[in-house]
């Protein structure tokens, strides 16, 4: 079968890989009928979240039909819908029992202590092979399969995957109460999504991004907006805040995070040698100065900016996926200003509920940030012009099988 495959930081084919087997009773095969790109494989491409093996299968998000079950799969059954949620949890340890199945005991090959288990990652989540494939394997699939009816299509269902419960995770975590100022960095598919997800809990948002077309679709959804290039970030929403901050404040961003290109914000020399430092520390191996599948400039800016602007005893909620590498944050002016921090990989498992019925209403619409369907045979050029930004490039789907 034909799949997105990882070669080398800057390097990534179709190649034709061997179809996935059955290997444990509680697996199932799901057929893909749709894959999508996401942020987070562009940070495996460009080098800033290390540990990606050559011939790993790319992509965490997936829906299809299932095509075979294990002999222990008891609801799941041949012939159904299925959303795959990007993390993996075993359903029955001391964590997914309380829903964090991103942190669960026994998905991840490596242990108890080893990371998020979740499809086409580097080796340290599991190697659990990715969706932007023809077929996958998927383990515990009465647990990590989310069946789904016709009334939500493969568009809707593609973006529940993994971008609109990881938003809804986001917006969950800030602890948004009605009338709350949410300050959201980044207005990429995630940080839209989580727009979205913030304003349905009362919150009125204030997104930050550079990117004229993202800032517009930001406006669409009901945020008003700060382009970082042009005005400086704290004082803007201090501005727009009454001079308290914002009471919620959450990174939609990660360690591929910029400084401001032109305008007040953007750093000198000194400013610039300081990240390059950074980010070396933080991975050395991550491209820096290439064409495409470049590692942003600053890891540490939208920490920076939200402990800045966060108002006094406000929550930061950290969705952006940063390596474990990565030791920066400002934690001085943070305790000093009682800030409580919240943060993590999606527990997808645990929203699926919630999110199908406001989905379904019409409450909630994802759709409205998907602007490509692409073949698989095309991924590459996606990839490349999703990781450039290309002016209306914002959500890629794949679709595996034409
Ligand atoms: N926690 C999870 O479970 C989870 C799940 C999915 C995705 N993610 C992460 O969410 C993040 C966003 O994903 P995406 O698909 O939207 O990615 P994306 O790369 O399309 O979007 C990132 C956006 O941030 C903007 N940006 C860059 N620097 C900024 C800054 N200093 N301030 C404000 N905005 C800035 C970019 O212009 C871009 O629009 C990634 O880090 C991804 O890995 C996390
Ligand atoms: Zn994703
Ligand atoms: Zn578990």
Redesign the pocket.
Known sequence: MKAVVFHAIGDIRIDDVPEPVIEQPKDAIVRLTASA???????FVRGT?SGMKKGQILG?EGVGVVEAVGSEVRDIKVGQRVIIP??IGCGECQFCKKGFF?QCDVANPLGKRAG?A?YGGPEGGGGYKGLQAEKARCAWADVNLVPILDVISDDQAILMS??L???W??ADLAEIEDGDHVLV?????????TIASAKLMGGRVIA????SD?LAKARALGAETIN?DEVD?PDAVLKLTNADGARRVI??????????HAGPSEPGLLGKAKELVEQYAIEPAARKFASVFQA?D?PS??LD?AVECVAKAGTIA?????PPTDRVFPIGMAMNKNVTLR????N?RRYYDVLLDHVASGRLDPVAILSQTEPMTGAIDAYKA??E?QPGW??VELEPTS
């Open positions: 790109i996401c942020g987070t494989d562009l940070h979240f965490h990007s993390t991103a998020t979740f993994d971008i419960p990881t938003a995770f986001g960095f980044g207005c990429g598919p995630v940080g839209l999504l930050v991004d550079r990117l993202r970082f970030v990174d939609a961003v990660g360690v591929d995070a910029q400084h401001a942003g600053n800016q939208v900016w950290i969705i952006g996926v940063y943060m993590g990989n999606a997808h999703f990781d930004r914002l959500k």
